[in-house]
Structures are given as C-alpha cells and as structure tokens.
C-alpha cells in the first residue's frame, strides 16, 4: 500500500500506520483532530466538513475537536471504519483527495507549520510496574539480589495511580523538582533540587468506551479498550523518592512531570508486529489469561543531549516485548474490582527493561544507582540528569520496507525553580 | 443572623452555613447549582437570572452548570462577594427575595425534591495521612509499636494518588470488590470478593484556582486555595490491600469507590470554629511553617444499619482537630515540587483518628485488626463490614444555639459482583 503523498521508508507515518494525533495550526486557529503521514498532517476537521467520512458510523464534528476524547468512546468498530475510509483516501490509486488540489491544499499541512497538543483530556492516569527486569534490577539495589522482586509481583500487574494534572505534551520543558530527602549520611532530611533527576522509558495506552463502575472488563475483551499507544518519559526523583514512598508508594517524586509522544498509534497498525510475550511462570490465575500472542515487537531507544554536546547520544535500546504483563492483563487486573475507566485514560507500562545492560529504561539502573557511570561522547559522564539536558524517547515497528513508529517524546531539564 | 426561611437549630444548614452543592429537580430539569438553607435549596441558577447577583464579579450563568469548576477557579474574592449578597437575600431584614412569592416559588425548593450529584468535576483525587493516631495505630499493628511511625512521617504529610473515576456522590450504593488476596495461612494468593472491607473516616477540601505547573503554592497563602469541605468514606478492601501494596502503595483496594457529601461548606463558614492542631515535633521545614491556628473544631460521627438492625448505631465519634498535618501544609507539600492543582480537584485527609478507643476512624482500628469485635445493639457483631451494611459519616460545627454542618455521606454495601 503507498500514499500519493511521497513518504521516505525511513518515515514513522507512512500509510499503514496513520496516528492520531491534536493540532493547532501556528496561523493560530482552533485545535483539531488530524492523521499523520510522511511529513504531514491530514486534518479530519477538514474531511469531515468536505463530507468523506459520512457513512462511517461517526456523529457530526467529531474532528473538530480540541481531545480525541469523543471519537475514543466510539469503540473498534468507528475506529475501524474511520481508518480504512482515510485509508483509501490517502492511496495513490485513489483520486478524490489526490486530484482534488482545492482540498488538498486546505486538507493537507506540513508538521512544521503546526503545534502539537495533548492527544486526550486525560481523567486519570495509572502508571504500572509491569517489566521484571526493572522490577528485578530495582529490587537488587533496594533489597538484594535475594530479595529482589516482592512475593506479589509474579501474581499480578502491580500499579499505582499517577498525577493526570502534570501529563505534557512532547517539547515541554520539565523543571527539576524541589523536595525533601534524607541523604544517606544525614541524620534528619534536607531540602532543595532533587539531585538524582532520572528518566523512565515506558509505553502508554489510552482507553476506548471504558467500563461501567462496578463491571469489570473481562482480559479476552480488554484489547478492545486499547484505542491507541504512545512514548512516555516517566520523569522520576530518586532522592524525593527514597524518602517519602513508604508506606503508600511515590507521589512528588513523580506527579512534577510526565511526558507523552503527541501521535496515539492506532492498535490496528502494529497487528503486524504481534509477538507473544515473556512466559509467566506462575501461571496467572484465570482472570488475567488470554489465549494468543499479547506483546508487540516495538524497538525503543533513548537519546541524551547535554547543552555541551554537539550530537544527541543513544544510552538505551530495547523493546515493547520484554514487558512481562501485557496491556490486556493490566487493564483487566485494574477493573477486576469494579474500578471503571473512562475513554481518554492513560495506562503505562511502567520501566521497560531488557535482560542486557543497554536495555535498562532508566539511569537508576544503567548506573546502577550511581555506582557506574555513563560515559558521554564529548568527555562527560551522567549518573543522573543534569540541567540543560535533552531527552528523546523513540519507538517504531520494522516492516518491510516502512516502519510503523511512533514519533517522539522529548524534553529538555531547566533548573529548579526560584522565588 | 437569621433567616426568612425557618431554620431548625440542629439544622446542619442555617444562614451562617450556605454550602454549595449541584442539583437536579426530579423533575428531570438540567443540573444546576443551588445553596442549602434549611431543608431547602436556593437554586443560584434562578438568583442569577433573576439579576441578584449583579455587581459581584462573575460571568453570567456560572451556577446554571452541571458543576462548580469555574465558580472554584475565581477565587477568594468572589467567592466572598457572593455569599454576602447571598446571604443578604436570604436573611430576615431583607425584602427583596422575601417579599417575592413568585420569585420565592421559583428559586426555592425542597430539598426532597431533587437528586444530589457529584459537586465537582474532579480532575485529579489525593488521599493523605495527615493523622499520627492512625498512621501509628496501623504502624503498630503491621509492624510493632517500636517501629509504628515510618521515619519520613513527622517531617512531611505522606500521600498518595488516588482514583478520581471512582468518586461518588452520598447514597451511591458501593458494590464489594473482587481481587486478590493472600491470607496469611496460605502459600499461593487466592481470588475471590473482599472478607475486609471497611469504611476510612475522612474530610476532603476542593481546590479553587490552582496553580501554574512548575510554582509551588507557599503555605502562606495555601488555604486561599480551599474553596470549601466535603465529608469523605475512602472505602477500603484491607485483604486486597495487604497483598498488593508493596512497593507501589494502595491500589485496587482504594480505587473500587470513593464517596463523598454533597454540599460543600465554604472556608467562610468555617472561621469561627478555627483552632489550632496538635503541636508538631520535631519543628516542620520552613516551607511547611504557617502562622496562627490551622485546624477546625469539627466534630465526627459515623453510624452503622446492618439489614437485621432496626437503627442505625453510631461507632465512630471524633473531630477533626486531631489531624496532625494541616489542610494547608498538605496543599504547599503537594505542590512544593512543582506539582500542579487544578480547580475541583479534591484532597482529602486520610483516616481521622483520635487518642480514645472511639475516635478510631477504621474498623481496621477500632476491630484492631479483627481481634476486638464491635457489639452491636441488635446482638450481631463486627470485625468488617458485611453485605447490605449502610454506612454514614456525618460532621458538624457547634455554634452558639446554631450549628454548621457536613450533612451526611452514606453508601450500602452490595454483594459481590457476579457475571
């Protein structure tokens, strides 16, 4: 399948992936809904209003809209009809959009003359822990090797509630946190910027109908509530962190930021790319047991640039299918009570970390909590993030000859905040 | 002050109260936003339309909507000049509205003749664990009374994100959660509905214009921030709880419901019952340092039906000046690192517990871990709730012959969900 609109192979958005994503044109105008492809943007609003998508099962508008919150609600089915109709309008065999240079030119926009916004109005966000070598790494520095992953963590998706407040859009500068900590060596806890600024690679979906309060959503069923993946950078303070986790799990340490890639990858583009997952042992108890392969082999790579480097330099590369819990046990595990999710929430995965040392999301375990220290291209090292750095988190899919990928998210550290 | 309207002093809603709530008459009329008097409601909406309200700093319609969000984002000042010219309208000297029948028949109605809703678009929900009588009588029974206070909990108010989908408005029915566990005898977890479930006694405080992300709210100024008070019951599932917390903190346990009373009480009204909380040692870092008295002399009930009990039977009885951390050193900490809030969020205390056996705001507590059943008046007793229980919080101030009151939180116990 090709595109009348010229799309290099090495392109994240050729025709097979077509992302949503929100934007608003630098001339100034509303916010809307739009596909990428190639260098471009396809704006639905635009289609929509041109009367291409009738048919479709969609209501009126749903495009011109400022979040995908709406057109998320609809389920697959709208989905699907949706994506193949714009599909065909954007293959080169296909003339209506393609010979139509009055619509095109209105329809079609280049990314650069646009901003990205936040993709869904997010109700609530819910960060998971779901990759055992994180867990495992973590749990050796924290507890021993011995020790190492708690006695739950084979048995469920464990997860903790983030702050939906703080989620940002790509590009957004992140402030280093102040907080308290207690250094080691000190008898009572100090005040100031964080010190260990971390990164965390991770994966994150959002919700499609969502479920009724009360009715939990069956794990067969649960990939039906995946509307679409993105990158997360999970910005993390390992010192505000040591100090205030316990007894009820980190809180400042990570509601100051959390960064996500501005184009939702539709489910249906990574079908390719299916792959089962890790095998669980112990079997998990029959609520979160799905037949059929549950992961994605999604290549993820992280870059750093500090302001004193000339290039960005690579310091992770791993992959979606190293996760342990796929996303439908962690979505069937958080509803199992009766919790309801609500179209446009955002789940993540949690660290994603592979069996090798390239492959750990985080400086946490890359330096292994200090003890190893990155060298940098120019000269320097990094245990943890300095201010002035630039982080990019990229992902994507290798086909043949085209990649399904996902953009990406990236962020720049500024100093702490001064009164 | 009094009012026009006939007031009964054990009212939780004179003049001097006025909290904020969103109704819909069982009419089936749109939601819109009303004050208590009495046992009726002004309808603002009508008051508003009527032109009374001019002249006090508001955009037009901002209490015909189906939440108050936007009246919460103008903050103090308007806040003031509302209930003032409120009050004036609704007080004996005044004719305006008195003297008005037709005006008096539109804008005021029996409270038993509308559906309370939720008051707020909740964006995000954090729960604290502000009490140093619960956080030690917990302690105490998980890890021994050497150990019952984590180091980290007299220097800074411990909290934790919790599920904002799940908060529900007083008289919603909660249904018991399914989820794993693992008694303590057994080698592998087990699944199936809660035998632990137990109410939290708490308050909660709505956020008023927020803050930019990336500037903190100073301690100073943070109780700017408290539009107004709610009642809480953070309904918890102690088995599930136990078996999932590590490391990540509360989760499923907490998140199947959050119920919440209907009529917000202004700051305002407050004011005259402030008084100081405990003393605090060791001396809280300067950013958590705030001048004058920070607490409120509330008192707390909490009563039980069971569906074999004839009367409810109160067996929770406490205050809310017990709480160690205050409302406003919980927004600053929130904050501090940058964190944002945003109007409707919702805080909320954690447990309330005081020093007497009584004021134990858990069964957890009051039961100390299922070994001292609760007696109840019709021979039963209690370790945990059972199915069909209804559960009710109440809460008020004492004034001189008038009293500001909370209202009531309730929810019944459903059985189990079952596919």
Not at 359 to 368: I, P
């Amino acid at each position: 399948m090709k595109s009348f609109i010229q799309v290099d192979p090495e392109s994240h958005f050729p025709i097979q992936n077509l992302p949503y994503g929100v934007f608003r044109p630098l001339t100034g105008e509303d916010p809307r809904i739009g596909v990428a492809i190639g260098e471009y943007i396809l704006d639905l609003a635009v289609i929509e209003r041109a009367g291409l998508l009738r048919g479709v099962g969609i209501k009126e508008d749903i495009f011109n809209q400022p979040s995908l919150n709406e057109f998320m609600a609809l389920g697959r089915t709208a989905w699907k009809n949706v994506r193949t109709q714009v599909q065909t309008l954007l293959s080169e065999d296909e003339p209506t959009l393609r010979d139509n240079p009055v619509l095109r030119e209105e329809a079609i926009i280049h990314q650069k003359d646009v901003e990205m916004l936040l993709p869904a109005k997010i109700g609530d966000y819910t960060d998971f822990y779901a990759s055992k070598e994180h867990a495992t790494n973590v749990g050796t520095m924290f507890r021993g090797k011995e020790n190492a992953l708690m006695p739950n963590w084979t048995h469920l998706p464990i997860g903790y509630h983030g702050r939906a407040s703080s989620v940002v859009v790509s590009g957004t500068d992140v402030r280093r946190p102040s907080g308290q900590m207690k250094p080691p060596t000190a008898d009572a806890p100090i005040f100031g910027p964080s010190k260990q600024l971390d990164l965390e690679l991770e994966m994150g979906w959002f919700i499609g109908p969502g479920n009724e309060h009360g009715k939990p959503i069956a794990v067969a069923s649960a990939e039906d509530q995946i509307f679409g993946l993105v990158l997360v950078n999970d910005w993390s303070a390992r010192d505000i962190q040591a100090w205030e986790y316990q007894p009820l799990g980190p809180f400042l340490s990570k509601s100051f930021a959390t960064s996500v890639s501005p184009w939702i990858v539709p489910l249906e583009a990574l079908e390719p790319f299916r792959v089962a997952g890790p095998t669980q042992d112990p079997t998990p108890m029959p609520y979160l047991q799905k037949d059929g392969p549950s992961s994605f082999d999604i290549n993820l790579e992280v870059y750093l640039k500090g302001e004193k480097m000339d290039e960005a330099q690579k310091i992770i590369g791993t992959n979606f299918s190293y996760l342990y819990w796929s996303m439908a046990q962690q979505i069937s595990h958080h509803t199992v009570t009766g919790c309801n999710l609500r179209s446009g929430d955002l789940l993540a995965s949690g660290t994603i970390s592979g069996p090798e040392k390239e492959q750990r999301g985080c400086l946490l375990e890359l330096s292994w909590r200090g003890t190893e220290p990155i060298e940098m291209n120019n000269g320097e090292e990094r245990v943890w993030l300095e201010d002035g750095d630039t982080l990019t988190i990229t992902g994507w899919c290798q086909g043949d000859g085209y990649r399904i990928g996902f953009g990406e998210v990236t962020g720049r550290v500024l100093p702490a905040y001064e009164e």
